[in-house]
């Protein structure tokens, strides 16, 4: 009896391994996601104002981040919880692209809100969407790259095969993310899997990454995390960052302030290094 | 550190048992599902033909079933396993409905379906949609009842803020399901968390029904687990059956036959009068 | 890959149903445990005083249970914490027993303690031993029943097997207990798997039975979870109860008073009539 | 409601970090485990023959290996597997040690094998006993160094009040040692917790290391997870290895054979310079 095993390894053929000679890198304006590079991806969980996506945006570009991350629409457990800027949101974003120069990437939440992110670089199908097979099917019609983040109770298998939505409906620019799964320890707010990170690029040639501010809900596991998610083999990493975590608006107790951030940024260069990555 | 239980009991104030004085009982056409009730909700995972939805739909309902479901969207974890008949499916229910007389269910998968499911009298939120914020807003713009199954992963504060969700948004007709959630086990598909009915019912003023089908995955456990169900206080229960399990499209393997069926149904009745309960 | 099904199902060939031609039933000191009937075993989680005891006793045997529990020997998870009244909690079971004539069950820790057992009908095996692979040999050399718990973490499977240790050792007298798993959900301190009872008992001829109280954790889910137990069609259960659970010296918040148990037992009575099982 | 957290901080007084100034640092036979060193334990899961146990001996302390393990007593799911060479395991792991200079570990499954085990270094306390509270207590009384496993079930706080019940009976000398979680992924054997490794460290004074084999049970994944596990901040780690792993009598497909650790050794001393560990 085998529930979890069910779908067939060829079932996901265009993402697997075997379906490719290659590694797939993927080009985001310039910055590399895939075998070789370990581009960093940061910013805050949700966009709150101008002057704070373009601070962290500005603050985390010097530190050598390469993307910037912002959270428009937000999904949420409650109804009565800060919902995010929306539109108005993208278009801070889009204001932090043009002042710095980074790519950025926001999550979308349904398929009507795409015409909206037309100037996202990367789209990021949420963990609670992993298995929203429509919304999957409309990211497949773009030509921009997607960051698809493992559901918190979806097994690698899983995650291989929703990328395989995306790649089957035509674009093949996909980017698996590692962030925690729901397990019975309560004093993360979620259990990092770093074996699914190693097993991800095992099975498939796509690039694959991990979130270990997600993951771990406290700030003080981000760092050591991120040099895990390094040494393991990952080919990249998103943190959160905030320039007033205390007063952030939402995942303040996990987000590092913009001088924690740079202070790993030096330790995760020199790693880089060792590992032969470019960072 | 309690990462689970951050949303305040307040939050989720209006599906809170403290928000009414009685319990609420839902109308479908005639069919109450509430405390004193126990209708039985059947029908085969995906609806295949006219043949097949026809011949299940008259079978239970001459059992004793008073809400026939059916699948028309279907979320399937591979992209190349079958999707459902789709607005095709859902045709093929209403037939089964003027033909019967039973009231129908079908699950939607994304809010650009809600034009085609004018004529399905309960809307049906699917565990991987159960913290699909958009689509929960969207159906709380419904006046019809919606069936709420619970994440793989969910607990059970965030069931009922997805259920607030529904109801801030206009729509009070909220019925709950428990349909097992993802644990280490793995020989049955799911674990079926009868305490959480209990406690759904303790906590919340709305209706809460069980799937014994999806949670087991095995048809040797559905029977068992539905006199569980009833004995542990649920207001009712939703039942896969199929008129030829073992060629069903879609989950045959825990699948009731017609016979099966009826059985159960027989005894169930006789359970529900010692429960003082309506089936 | 499939790493909780390594082992065969041959393996456990001794406590397979297939292995014998009927259900076991076990006799102790003339309460049957097994197909057809349905002992309630109950009492306090620790033996406090010999009032407390002979008081709960006397209750619980004129409310109709069969069995008397009492915890001499607790596994804490804290070494600060009350560890039982160890040699002299057995004692006050003991005189107990004379009292009222109800056969007693107790946990043991270690196999150093079996000569301290000498006069308990019934060796319970705690959850946290029940991968204590030399205390099931221990008991495997007894005469006397066992009651072996599922383990927090424990596959059915692993059960089984635990089960198969104690039978090929020599003894055949083994009860298994479900008494829920550790999982994500924490408004329960364990999820109460009712479907691990029903699959127990079609794997196996061993009686099965289960805990609601330690599944539960929660005065309010008892009764309920009761009635679903029976229902599913276990062989019996074991429930918590205290004279004063608000100073009960450890599990009072799922520990039933004595009028709470009485109520139950009622209600199980006529229950147990509709089932055609001897409570 | 939050039945996890039950045990409060000061509940864990003497492993807590708030206990000591410092970090402590265990010395086995001239080998440091602790903050600033990063001793590599390993060796077979379990010691077969003279022949085995010393080739592997000799080839891992080559390769920079401290401390050799080795199981004797072997806690097996099923009666009828290999249960270990036991006492004559334990005389040929000392003519290892004494052939090599290497200190040894094995595990140690009931207290009554204390006398056996005078000559082990490192007394191993397995998952499945980590709440096996009489044995904690009996290696309580011990003064040789302890490591102590998490269960596949328990939190953090639950080995810190493990580890606890040892140094509260006498013993300070305990190494706690991450090995995965059991969760819903099936395609790993356990889900390896590098965020406990972290917390762990910042809650206690103790020493913590990490078992990528058992957590993993693929070799595949044990050469990155054990670079994880050092980037991470342990203090230490434990893989087994064998001379033939392909007729391992258990674990074979997670043990790395002898080039494959010497090679993995090779890549962890480059690494030990950058985090400025003694390997």
Known sequence: MAFFTEPKTERYRMVSRAATGNSTVIDVGGVKIGEGYFPVISGPCSVESEEQVIAIAKSIKAGGAKILRGGAFKPRTSPYDFQGMQAEGLELLSLAKRETGLPIISEIMNQSQIGLFE??????????????????????????????KRGLANTIEELLMSAEYIVASGNPNVILCERGIRTFESMTRNTLDLSAVILLKQKSHLPVIADPSHAAGIRSLVAPLAKGIMAVGADGI??????????????????????????????????????????
Chains 1, 2, 3, 4 share one sequence.
């Open 119 to 148: 100037d996202v670089d990367i789209v990021q199908i949420g963990a609670r969407n992993m298995q929203n097979f429509d919304l999957l099917k409309a990211v497949g019609s773009l030509k921009k790259p997607v960051l698809l």
């Open 238 to 279: 998103m943190i959160e960052t905030h320039n007033n975590p205390a007063n952030a608006l939402c995942d303040g107790a996990q987000s590092l302030d913009l001088e924690q951030f740079n202070d790993l940024m030096k330790d995760l260069k020199k790693r880089a290094e060792l590992e032969g990555k470019e960072i």
